[in-house]
T-cell receptor
């Protein structure tokens, strides 16, 4: 595997279910991100992890719970979601720590539908 | 309140002609700007970037121009090719020292017609 992978690619869940999204980066990066992309809206940053430590929580509801066990893996645990949480969830990674650019590498996303 | 705006949701151009995608921003603290391209069913991929201390960066067919006084940047694609058809996102960097983050626009869907 190369780059950033995400599983599953598609997920349909009921409002009472609990599910998890998984992201893995094979780039040796030290920062990982969760974004949400809803229809006709910009990508919204949800969480940032830098060296496994959460450095950003962008006022995300507690029904979304991130977990970063190491610099290569990132999870998003979902429980009691609402239909308006249906969106494309994108994971990204980057090599933080300064430098002259700030390129984030994205996974293909998980298309989530909450019924 | 959107800090990065792409006011054109779509753009259609003929193959071989120039595509110009525009982006406006409001935060003068942004220090780096990036363009990403996204095909359906794929994640965004990095295309080109520019530091706030420069006004132009060129990479092959892609050139990004930055006008700091107008808080405006644009992406030029010359010549446009059908494979360039995708959604293009403008992004701006804010923050320092491990707390950097990107703020994205809504995207512009480019269609290049053969």
């Amino acid at each position: 595997e190369t780059g950033v992978t995400q599983t599953p690619r598609h997920l349909v869940m009921g409002m009472t279910n609990k599910k998890s999204l998984k992201c893995e980066q094979h780039l040796g990066h030290n920062a990982m991100y969760w974004y949400k992309q809803s229809a006709k809206k910009p990508l919204e940053l949800m969480f940032v992890y830098n060296f496994k430590e959460q450095t950003e929580n962008n006022s995300v509801p507690s029904r979304f719970s991130p977990e970063c066990p190491n610099s290569s893996h990132l999870f998003l645990h979902l429980h009691t979601l609402q239909p308006e949480d249906s969106a494309l969830y994108l994971c990204a990674s980057s090599q933080d720590g300064g430098g002259s650019s700030y390129e984030q590498y994205f996974g293909p996303g998980t298309r989530l539908t909450v019924t | 309140d959107q800090q990065v705006k792409q006011n054109s949701p779509s753009l259609s151009v003929q193959e071989g002609r120039i595509s110009i995608l525009n982006c406006d921003y409001t935060n003068s603290m942004f220090d780096y700007f990036l363009w990403y391209k996204k095909y359906p069913a794929e994640g965004p991929t990095f295309l080109i970037s520019i530091s706030s201390i420069k006004d132009k960066n060129e990479d092959g067919r892609f050139t990004v121009f930055l006008n700091k006084s107008a808080k405006h940047l644009s992406l030029h694609i010359v010549p446009s090719q059908p494979g360039d058809s995708a959604v293009y996102f403008c992004a701006a960097r804010t923050g320092r020292g491990g707390s950097e983050k990107l703020v994205f626009g809504k995207g512009t869907k480019l269609t290049v017609n053969p």
